[in-house]
T-cell receptor, first 114, second 112 residues
Framework: NAGVTQTPKFQVLKTGQSMTLQCAQDMNHNSMYWYRQDPGMGLRLIYYSASEGTTDKGEVPNGYNVSRLNKREFSLRLESAAPSQTSVYFC?????????????FGPGTRLTVT | KQEVTQIPAALSVPEGENLVLNCSFTDSAIYNLQWFRQDPGKGLTSLLLIQSSQREQTSGRLNASLDKSSGRSTLYIAASQPGDSATYLCAALDNYGQNFVFGPGTRLSVLP
């Protein structure tokens, strides 16, 4: 069972370049999330999607866009990368509310912007 | 705005010791609280989830408690082992069931 998968695992970008981080889950979860993790700051929510076709901003959405392509896939796009976006990005998913919204995480994408 | 803190930031103990990790949150209106483990360079693995109506949850050598009125949760690890070495994070979910707020984590080292 693959769970939550993310591609790529590593990426180096130059300032101003764009890229899309891909996330997919095979657990039939409704909700999906994108976080960034920076040293000493824990994880911060960038965007989330409560269900297919809906997306909402989290704590730090500036500089990012998302697409909930279908129930399985939730992508994160950086239109013009900046050094401040150097971070580790995690995708997560959770089942419907009766399960308590337990979150399941992907392995992460380590992004460096030079 | 919810803020989550964890104390201590780092902890080193000899193998076999029992230990407690602390998590504090400022807004008691939470839906649940979840504890995670993160190994270096890896994603997060869920350890325990406590619903707001519960007081504690147990899984093997792990026990997590929740006191909403005081804004605190603790993770108790019994008979620690070197394999327990990792960073432990807690996260509080708001009452709308959408926004998780994470603490910065406690880095645990269990020495053989």
């Amino acid at each position: 069972n693959a769970g939550v998968t993310q591609t790529p695992k590593f990426q180096v970008l130059k300032t101003g370049q764009s890229m899309t981080l891909q996330c997919a889950q095979d657990m039939n979860h409704n909700s999906m999330y994108w976080y960034r993790q920076d040293p000493g700051m824990g994880l911060r929510l960038i965007y989330y999607s409560a269900s297919e076709g809906t997306t909402d901003k989290g704590e730090v959405p500036n500089g990012y866009n998302v697409s909930r392509l279908n129930k399985r896939e939730f992508s994160l796009r950086l239109e013009s990368a900046a050094p401040s976006q150097t971070s580790v990005y995690f995708c997560a998913s959770s089942p419907p509310g009766t399960g308590g919204y337990e979150q399941y995480f992907g392995p992460g994408t380590r992004l460096t912007v030079t | 705005k919810q803020e989550v803190t964890q104390i201590p930031a780092a902890l080193s103990v000899p193998e076999g010791e029992n230990l407690v990790l602390n998590c504090s949150f400022t807004d008691s209106a939470i839906y649940n609280l979840q504890w995670f483990r993160q190994d270096p360079g890896k994603g997060l693995t869920s350890l325990l989830l406590i619903q707001s109506s519960q007081r504690e949850q147990t899984s093997g050598r792990l026990n997590a408690s929740l006191d909403k009125s005081s804004g605190r949760s603790t993770l108790y690890i019994a008979a620690s082992q070197p394999g327990d070495s990792a960073t432990y994070l807690c996260a509080a979910l708001d009452n709308y069931g959408q926004n998780f707020v994470f603490g910065p984590g406690t880095r645990l080292s269990v020495l053989p």
